[in-house]
């Protein structure tokens, strides 16, 4: 029987030679998860030993993150915005340059001085975006739509995990399809990757369900949907957010104001990379 610190350092070398990123906390993380602890716990009971059982649920844990699918989905669930949320291969696994939308909205608010806003999240997918403003936005209200039924699913489940069901809703259509207006606010990370992106995917995001990834030809397809239907949604003042993949926010910004769409401010990721394209109706 290994103790969890020798378990730590051999799964960690595993990992560091399969060329893993952040391989200690992820071999902290499933660690924890076998022995049902905080991940933090790993560092203060380095000498409790793993029984039999454990070490054969963790193995079998290992094999899988080798083969590069990502800790969140192993575990089902990923902190996002200091809040965690279940994920399921039916649901886009939330990044951490997403929570620039989260802030980009949050600023935003403050500035309009919007109260009580009413948000549309475009392609919901986990919920995350509409679930974590909303719980940062006292007295808000929202809506997630999503194509995807298992998506949705997952979303209302998140939504009870923080009681935010009386608050947010869930439908299933393409896009605003159907609803009426008016938002305050308005946010999507739409699917943008194209069919060349596609063809190279990296090893972890092979295991994201195709739909939430295809932006189609140019990856731009969604885009010209959202475009198109936003001003009838909008409530002046309405500020709308979209996240935009690598090198895309150029071309984003030169759709949004060939509609006559104001772009206020495009927000860079943690990498320097311009993820996030505000605009204010």
């Known amino acids: 029987m290994r103790t ?20 200690r906390l992820d071999a ?24 039999a059982e454990q070490e ?47 802030s980009a909205v949050i600023d935003h608010t403050k500035r309009l001085s919007l ?33 995807s039924e298992p998506a949705l699913r997952v979303a209302q489940q998140n939504a009870r ?15 605003a399809e159907g609803l009426s207006g008016p938002f305050d606010i ?6 943008y990757l194209s069919a060349h992106d596609l063809q190279h995917l990296s090893p972890e995001v092979v295991y994201d369900p195709v739909h939430a990834l295809d932006g189609g030809g140019d990856g731009l397809d969604c885009y010209r949907a959202i475009i198109a239907d936003v001003s009838r949604l909008a409530r002046q003042p309405t500020i709308l957010t979209l996240e935009v993949g690598f090198r895309q926010a150029a071309q984003v910004v030169q759709m949004l104001e060939a509609a006559a769409l104001r772009v206020v401010e495009i927000r860079s990721d943690l990498a320097s990379i311009p993820r996030c394209v505000v605009v204010e109706i």
């Open 4 to 23: 969890l610190r020798d378990a730590i350092a051999q799964i960690t070398d595993a990992f560091n030679q399969a060329g893993v990123d952040n391989p």
């Open 28 to 51: 902290r993380v499933l660690i924890a998860h076998v022995i049902q602890a905080e991940t933090s716990q790993t560092f203060t009971r380095h000498e409790t030993l793993l029984t």
């Open 56 to 102: 054969a649920v963790l193995a079998g844990l290992v094999q899988r993150r080798l083969a590069r699918e990502p800790v969140s989905r192993i575990i089902g669930h990923r902190e996002f915005w200091g809040l965690d949320f279940n994920v399921t291969p039916a649901t886009l696994d939330p990044r951490a340059d997403t929570e620039i939308l989260i």
């Open 115 to 147: 109260i009580q806003p009413r948000i549309l999240d475009l392609g919901t997918g986990t919920g995350c975006i509409v679930l974590a403003l909303a719980h940062a936005l006292p007295g808000s209200t929202g809506i997630g739509t999503d194509l």
């Open 161 to 175: 995990k923080y009681d935010l069901s009386e608050r947010v809703n869930f439908a299933r259509m393409s896009w």
């Open 186 to 191: 308005i946010t999507s990370n739409p699917p």
